[in-house]
């Protein structure tokens, strides 16, 4: 240990020869200590694990030894403790403005954290609300459209399609009356022989109508939407329908048809 580098510095010539000479004692000791210890070194063991349980014992042994030994000062002279203590008292205040600046680290970095949780949460606060407020509108809708107000406007929608309904067939009406006329009984005179025709069946349905009764044969049963021909059906309407593609005839029996299906 050098002069320069050692506790010695500040103290007086007194104080150094005092600690000097008790670090020449500590050493000679020191060195005394190790030379009993390599010459007690047991010499190699075949079997590693009594070697190892030997030395446990020892350890333990001197272990007990020292707690029974009272501490001893490091000098009597109060200018050394006085100067060994100065130093311990600033190498821990050194360790100790190290393990605050850490801690202050830390610290606002847990304050940064903090901030950045609690601006998430004021989030999830205001989505919440926004959520909840819209949950007791949806509720408050609901329960103004009352049972009485659905039947209300289903019964409208129904009215509705009944007048589409309605200005349907008028429209196919004004259409088969402008393109098809209703049978009248009418009585073709001939000026060169004089001779009437005989009138028609009064029994003979419009165009119109037929085309109604195979609607409602299509819409009441849809499992056999065939209707029967008979007397009131006048043929040439029956042969337009079929002609156009309108209606087709049943596959086994003549005297049937219905309207063809149209996609």
Not at 10 to 17: C, I, V
Request: glycine share 2%; net charge negative.
């Amino acid at each position: 240990m050098t002069e320069g580098n050692s506790p010695q510095s500040g103290l007086s010539e007194a104080a150094k020869a005092e600690l000097l000479s008790m670090c020449e004692e500590q050493f000679a000791q020191l060195e005394k200590l190790q030379n009993e210890i390599i010459l007690c070194e047991p010499d190699f063991c075949d079997n590693p694990q009594e070697q190892l349980g030997n030395r446990v014992m020892a350890t333990e042994a001197e272990l007990k030894q020292w707690l029974t030994v009272e501490p001893q000062l490091l000098a009597a002279n109060s200018e050394v403790l006085l100067h060994a203590g100065k130093e311990e008292m600033l190498k821990l205040c050194s360790e100790l403005e190290m393990i605050v600046s850490c801690y202050e680290a830390k610290r606002d970095k847990l304050q940064e954290t903090k901030k950045i949780e609690q601006d998430w949460l004021e989030e999830k606060k205001q989505v919440f609300v926004t959520v909840t407020n819209h949950i007791k509108r949806l509720q408050v809708e609901r329960e103004k459209l009352s049972e009485h107000s659905v039947l209300q406007d289903t019964k409208v929608n129904i009215q509705k399609m009944k007048l589409y309904h309605e200005k349907l067939m008028e429209c196919l009406g004004d259409v088969l009356e402008t393109h098809v006329p209703v049978l009248q009984d009418e009585t073709s005179t001939n000026n060169k022989n004089k001779m009437s025709t005989q009138r028609l069946n009064e029994d003979l349905i419009s165009l119109n109508e037929m085309l109604e009764v195979l609607m409602n044969q299509v819409l009441n049963t849809p499992h056999d939407p065939y209707v029967t021909i008979d007397a009131t059906f006048w043929p040439p309407y029956i042969e337009l329908l079929l002609r156009y593609g309108i209606a087709v005839r049943h596959p086994e029996n003549n005297f049937k048809i219905r309207l063809e299906t149209f996609c």
